[in-house]
């Protein structure tokens, strides 16, 4: 069974920072993308950003320059350092990876994290 556990959200005041943290355990072969997704209420859930298992990252409009993402394949966790916090990124957050397992083929699994809600207000 493969479980990805999140960490570091809270409470913050506008303009300021939080790390939140990702970490997949289990059995399973490698990890492709891994991501961090977010979902503010009555919304949908949205990209925040993405990172290949090579360390390309793709980020959603709103976060760059403010947020970066980071993975250490060693230990198959990822890290998403925020910061210039605003109101409007008060939202749960959720991990998400693409998880490699070969049995008699090769084949690639979504999972999720649980989310952690990240609170940005004075």
């Known amino acids: 069974q493969v479980q990805l556990v999140e960490s570091g959200g809270g409470l913050v005041q506008p303009g300021g920072s939080l790390r939140l943290s990702c970490a997949a355990s289990?059995?399973?072969?490698?990890?492709?993308?891994m991501g961090w997704f977010r979902q503010a209420p009555g919304k949908q859930r949205e990209l925040v950003a993405t990172?290949?298992?090579?360390?390309?990252?793709n980020y959603e409009d709103l976060v760059k320059g403010r947020f970066t993402l980071s993975r250490d394949n060693a230990k198959n966790t990822m890290d998403l350092q925020m910061n210039s916090l605003e109101p409007e990124d008060t939202a749960v957050y959720y991990c998400?990876?693409?998880?490699?397992?070969?049995?008699?083929?090769?084949?690639?699994?979504?999972?999720w994290g649980q989310g952690t809600q990240v609170t940005v207000s004075s």
């Open positions: 998400n990876a693409e998880i490699v397992k070969t049995g008699w083929r090769k084949l690639t699994y979504s999972y």
């Open positions: 990172i290949t298992s090579g360390g390309n990252t």
């Open positions: 289990g059995t399973f072969d490698s990890i492709n993308t």
